[in-house]
């Protein structure tokens, strides 16, 4: 046999060798073999719900910028956003928390609400995801926003307080260089202010229903030497000075200092009745300076507009007294993405995003305020000019209200106190001492 036939046939039987082996090789169910790495799939895509709050810290606007840009640098995370007012955000969160998949994966919480999410188990313990920079850099009397019991469950965001505003050119036309530094010099001024016709109201307040009366009576209680509850959290608020403050308040409704419609309002409200130039003195948050100062289509005093340090009563022995009112940004327990949501809420309340929209919130971040930082930031703008200054020297005076897995309930039954008393239907101590046993009634 010739070489190039025997080659021939050797190759002939190693083909159909071949070809009887791969008919015994795996089957179409089954796993092929790998001989080399697969290539690395793309990330998958994510969507995160956020619930927010539409009425103060950074406009609906700038969030919706801050979640183009968050979208825009994480491109496998789309952010969608729900907006809704403060007073319909706890039972909304209750509500999403109620299915095993929640409605939202990050949500906005007040202060008062995280001892209740955390006994619940609505809200993540991030505790371990926090950096020494966050530690170190954050405001400690930031941190007590969103920590319970030495555990931190979401990272502080909307840092606020209660600021005394004052309509500077009305003040002036009364005859005062200078705003209250009392509110016994503050009622002598509306007295002055109303004999001349100036307005007719010099101050308006949040006294409603809800908890922004809540936070107005906590100014005025502490300023006069007060406080809610005592060292064990048994309420103190019915003793001589609670029942004096209240008593106080009713008073300059009596008196026609106060603007009688304030038993009905919320912060909005004194918002537009400050802004339309029909009060001289007005409480309320952060954001109401650039509206009612810088935004002609939303006041009729722009530019008149100053804040000043809280006033406080002469026989109060404190120099002032304001409430906190900051809020935090969580991610859901049970969010099944959770990781994507934290990475939403490290971009929130990065330093960056935290300066750049310091107009409606000031920054968490201590480290924003010193040296050059805190320079730039408080030459960032005109609003960052006053509320910058105004902020620093106001915070230590900002009181926490009692944190408390029954606050909600417990501030229900104040709010109906205050109200019952500011209505006439219950004197300020009846109503008081019955808001206590409800107090005590929910402690047990």
């Given at each position: 046999m010739?070489t ?7 190759f002939a039987l190693l083909?159909i ?11 179409p169910?089954?796993?092929?073999v790998?001989t080399?790495a697969?290539?690395?799939p793309?990330?998958?895509?994510v969507?995160?719900r956020?619930l927010?709050m ?12 801050i ?6 640098q994480?491109?496998n995370i789309?952010?969608e956003?729900?907006y809704?007012a403060y007073?319909?955000m706890?039972?909304?969160?209750i ?7 929640p ?9 008062i ?5 955390a006994?619940?188990g609505y809200?993540l313990?991030?505790?371990d995801?926090?950096?020494q920079?966050?530690k ?7 941190w ?8 931190a469950?979401?990272m ?11 309509n500077?050119?009305?003040l002036k036309?009364?005859g005062?260089?200078a705003p209250p530094?009392t509110?016994?010099e503050l009622l002598?001024?509306s ?9 007719e109201?010099?101050i308006?307040?949040?006294w409603?229903?809800y908890e922004?009366?809540i936070?107005?009576?906590?100014t005025?209680?502490?300023?006069n030497?007060g406080k809610?509850?005592?060292?064990s959290g048994?309420p ?8 004096k403050t ?6 300059t ?11 009905s ?7 537009n009745?400050f ?11 952060n954001?109401?300076y ?9 006041s009729?005093?722009?530019?008149k507009?100053?804040i ?8 109060g022995g ?10 935090g ?7 099944q993405?959770p990781?994507?949501?934290w990475e939403?809420v490290k971009y929130l ?8 929209y310091?107009s409606?919130?000031l920054?968490i ?10 320079e730039?930031?408080a030459?960032s703008?005109e609003?960052?000019?006053v ?9 230590p005076?900002?009181h926490?209200r009692?944190?408390?897995p029954f606050y909600?309930?417990g501030?229900?039954a104040?709010q109906?106190a205050?109200?019952k008393?500011l209505?006439?239907q219950?004197t300020?101590?009846e109503?008081?001492d019955e ?10």
């Open positions: 010739s190039k036939k025997f080659g021939f046939q050797v083909v060798a071949a070809f009887v082996l791969s008919a015994c090789g795996p089957k169910t089954e796993a092929p790998v080399e697969p290539a690395t793309a990330a998958e895509e969507t995160i956020v927010a539409e009425q103060a810290g950074p406009t609906v606007d700038e969030m919706n910028t979640v183009s840009e968050f979208n825009q994480y491109p789309k952010v956003i729900d809704v007073d319909a706890h039972d909304k969160i509500t999403g928390m109620a299915s095993t998949t409605a939202y994966d990050v949500f906005l919480v007040d202060d609400w995280y001892a209740e999410f006994d619940k809200i313990d991030i505790t995801k926090l950096t920079e966050m170190d850099e954050i405001f400690d009397a930031a007590e926003i969103s920590t319970v019991s030495g555990k469950y979401g502080p965001w909307l840092l606020d307080q209660k600021y005394f505003f004052y500077e050119e009305l036309q009364a005062f260089d530094t509110w016994e002598e001024q007295k002055a202010i109303k004999e001349q016709g100036i307005v109201y010099p308006v307040w949040s409603g229903q922004a009366a936070c107005d009576w906590v005025l209680l502490y300023g030497g809610l509850v005592d060292e048994k103190m608020f019915n003793d001589a000075t609670g029942v209240l008593e106080w308040m009713v008073k409704i009596d008196d026609g200092f106060t603007n009688p419609a304030s038993i309002y919320v912060e909005e409200d004194v918002r009745v802004s339309s130039g029909k009060a001289v003195f007005a409480l309320n948050w954001y109401m650039d509206l009612a100062n810088n935004q002609p289509d939303q009729q005093v722009t530019g507009v100053k000043a340090l809280m006033p406080v009563f002469s026989d404190v120099e002032s007294s304001t409430i906190d009112g900051s809020m940004i969580s991610v859901a327990a049970t969010s993405k990781d994507a949501a939403y309340t990065s330093k960056d995003v935290q300066n750049r310091s409606h919130m920054p971040w201590a480290t924003s305020f010193e040296g050059e930082t805190g730039k930031l030459a703008s609003v960052t000019a509320t910058v200054p105004a902020f620093k020297a106001q915070f005076f900002s926490v009692p944190k408390v909600v309930e501030s229900k104040l109906l205050l109200q008393a209505t006439k219950a300020a101590q109503a008081l808001a206590a046993v409800t107090w005590e009634h929910l402690m047990k």
